[in-house]
Nanobody, 121 residues
Framework: QVQLVESGGGLVQAGGSLRLSCAASGSIFSINDMRWYRQAPGKQRELVAGITSDSSTNYVDSVKGRFTISRDNAKNTVYLQMNSLKPEDTAVYYC???????????????WGQGTQVTVSS
């Protein structure tokens, strides 16, 4: 089995910073793209940032210049450094990864359980 476990969420004042981590564990042969999504109350889940296996990145416009996604392939971990946080960044943040469990299986998408980020004004 494969698990994604997020950590690093919490309560922070506007203008502050948080760093989210998401570690993949279990039977893993390789990991392709890794992503962070978020879902605010009453809103649809949205893609915040993504990173490919060779570390190409993309971001939703609302976080460009404030958030940085990175990964440590040796640790099967993806990070989201969030700076200059705003109240509108408040949401549950989920990580997502495309994982191949063996050399002959196709990739499957796995999700973490989510971590709450709350930004007070």
């Amino acid at each position: 089995q494969v698990q994604l476990v997020e950590s690093g969420g919490g309560l922070v004042q506007a203008g502050g910073s948080l760093r989210l981590s998401c570690a993949a564990s279990g039977s893993i042969f390789s990991i392709n793209d890794m992503r962070w999504y978020r879902q605010a109350p009453g809103k649809q889940r949205e893609l915040v940032a993504g990173i490919t296996s060779d570390s190409s990145t993309n971001y939703v416009d609302s976080v460009k210049g404030r958030f940085t996604i990175s990964r440590d392939n040796a640790k099967n971990t993806v990070y989201l450094q969030m700076n200059s946080l705003k109240p509108e960044d408040t949401a549950v943040y989920y990580c997502n990864a495309e994982i191949r469990r063996t050399s002959i299986l196709r990739t499957y998408v796995y999700w973490g359980q989510g971590t709450q980020v709350t930004v007070s004004s």
